[in-house]
C-alpha cells in the first residue's frame, strides 16, 4: 500500500514539472524581447533625455522645474538690508486732537499745559505730525517742543521696522509679500480644501504660476499650495529697461501689486512693498526722473473743496521728487504697505526709503505702471499731487 502512494506521489511531481517547463518556454517563444528604452531615474529633465523616457515621477518633477519649483525649494538670492537704516533722522510725535480742532503752539512748556497764550496754529486735520527736539509731561500727557522752540500738546510715535529685500541677482521666478493673514489652498479655488498652513503679513513667499478663477489671480507659492490675490502682492521681475532708460538704472513703480522694483546694470537688486495714491489721488502713470532730493521735508495741503483732508507732516524723510509735487520718500505715518493709501506720492517705510535715498541719483529714471490698466493715464486728469 505505502509502495502504490510513493509511486503515485512521484507520478504526480513528474507530470507537474513536465507541464510546467513545457507552459513556460511556450509562453517565452511567444513573448517578444523588450527593446524600449528604461525608464530615467526619478528628476527633472529640462530636455528629452535620449537614453531613457522622463515618465512617472520624473514628468511631476519636470513639469515642476518648468515654473521654477524644485525640491526642495531654492531660496531667494536676497537679504534684508541693514536695520540701522530704520533709524529716523528725526523725532515724531503725532497731534492726538479732534481732527476738526486747531492745534496750538506755544513759547513756553507752561503756556501749553494751562492752555494759555496761544501763538499759532496748525489747521485741523486727520494726519498730523511733527517732529521735535524735546518732550515733557503734565498729568500724564505729552508735551513736546518743537526745533523752532514752540511747545504743543502731541504723543510721540513708533514707526513700523518692515524692510524689502537685497538681491545678490536677480532672481529665477517672481515673489511676493503676503499682506493680510492668508489661508492656502490645494488648488486655484474657493472650493478646494483648506490647508493647515497659515501665512502672516509680511511673509516672504515665491510664486510659481498664477492662474484666474472664480473672478480673482491665484498665485502658487508651493507644490499644491495656493493664495488668493487679496492676501498677496506680486514682484513682476523685467529686466527690459522701460522705453527711453538707456543707462540700465531705474526704479519700477507697480500700481497694481503696490510694489517697487529697482534696478542696476538692467539686474533687479532691491525690491518692497509700498503705498501708492488712493482713488482719485492717483499716482500718475509714465516715465520720469528724480529731480530734487531732500533728507527730510515739511509736507502740507488739502485737495477736497472743505479742506477735510488737509495734512501736515513735519520733516519727511528721504525725499525724492520726481513728477511735480509727486515724490518718493518715507511715510512714519504708514502702518501697513501694500495698499493704495496717499494722495499721490509713493510712500515707503523709513527703512525702504532709506535705502533708495543712498541709491538714487538725481536724473535717475522713475517708471510708474499699472498691469490692471485701471489707473487713468490721461496726463490732464492729474493735478500736482501730494503726499
Known amino acids: 500500500m505505502q509502495r502504490a502512494i510513493k509511486l503515485w506521489v512521484t507520478t504526480l511531481f513528474i507530470t507537474l514539472v513536465i507541464t510546467f517547463f513545457s507552459f513556460s518556454t511556450a509562453n517565452a517563444q511567444s513573448l517578444e524581447p523588450y527593446t524600449a528604452k528604461p525608464l530615467c531615474l526619478p528628476g527633472a529633465y529640462r530636455v528629452d533625455p535620449v537614453d531613457c523616457l522622463a515618465l512617472g515621477p520624473s514628468t511631476r518633477l519636470t513639469e515642476m522645474a518648468s515654473v521654477g519649483l524644485t525640491v526642495p525649494a531654492r531660496p531667494l538670492p536676497a537679504v534684508k538690508p541693514d536695520p540701522a537704516l530704520n533709524t529716523s533722522p528725526v523725532s515724531i510725535a503725532r497731534i492726538n486732537l479732534d481732527a476738526t480742532e486747531k492745534a496750538p503752539l506755544y513759547t513756553t512748556f507752561e503756556d501749553a499745559t494751562q492752555q494759555v497764550n496761544p501763538v499759532r496754529y496748525i489747521d485741523p486735520g486727520q494726519l ?3 517732529s521735535f527736539i524735546n518732550v515733557g509731561y503734565f498729568n500724564n500727557k ?4 518743537l526745533r523752532s522752540g514752540e511747545w504743543m500738546r502731541a504723543s510721540p510715535v513708533a514707526y513700523t521696522d518692515f524692510q ?3 538681491f545678490s541677482r536677480t532672481p529665477r521666478n517672481s515673489f511676493g509679500w503676503i499682506v493680510d493673514t492668508a489661508e492656502v489652498r490645494a488648488a486655484p ?8 498652513k497659515v501665512l502672516l503679513r509680511e511673509d516672504v513667499v515665491q510664486i510659481y504660476s498664477v492662474q484666474n478663477a472664480d473672478k480673482t489671480d491665484w498665485y502658487m507659492i508651493g507644490p499644491g499650495q495656493w493664495v488668493e490675490r487679496r492676501y498677496i502682492r506680486q514682484v513682476r521681475i523685467n529686466t527690459t529697461p522701460p522705453e527711453g532708460v ?21 539686474q533687479l537688486i532691491f525690491a518692497t512693498l509700498v503705498a501708492t495714491g488712493v482713488e482719485p489721488f ?14 527730510t521735508e515739511t509736507m502740507s495741503g488739502a485737495f477736497e473743496p472743505d479742506r477735510s483732508d488737509y495734512y501736515y507732516l513735519q520733516d519727511v524723510p528721504w525725499t525724492m521728487y520726481y513728477d511735480q509735487a509727486r515724490a518718493l520718500h518715507g511715510a512714519y505715518w504708514r ?8 494722495h499721490g506720492c509713493v510712500n515707503f517705510s523709513l527703512g525702504d526709503s532709506n535705502w533708495l535715498f543712498q541709491w538714487a541719483r538725481e536724473g535717475d529714471w522713475v517708471y510708474v505702471w499699472d498691469p490692471s490698466g485701471q489707473t487713468p493715464t490721461d496726463p490732464n486728469y492729474y493735478g500736482a499731487g501730494g503726499a
Open 282 to 295: 492717483f499716482t500718475q502713470p509714465g516715465l520720469f526722473q528724480i529731480y530734487s532730493k531732500k533728507a
Open 189 to 196: 479655488t474657493y472650493s478646494a480644501s483648506l490647508l493647515e
Open 246 to 266: 538707456t543707462n540700465g538704472r531705474w526704479i519700477e513703480v507697480n500700481l497694481y501689486d503696490q510694489t517697487v522694483s529697482v534696478y542696476e546694470n538692467s
Open 335 to 342: 502702518a501697513w504697505f501694500g495698499y493704495e493709501q496717499s
Open 142 to 145: 505729552p508735551y513736546v517742543q
Open 164 to 166: 524689502g529685500l537685497a
Open 128 to 130: 498730523r505730525y511733527v
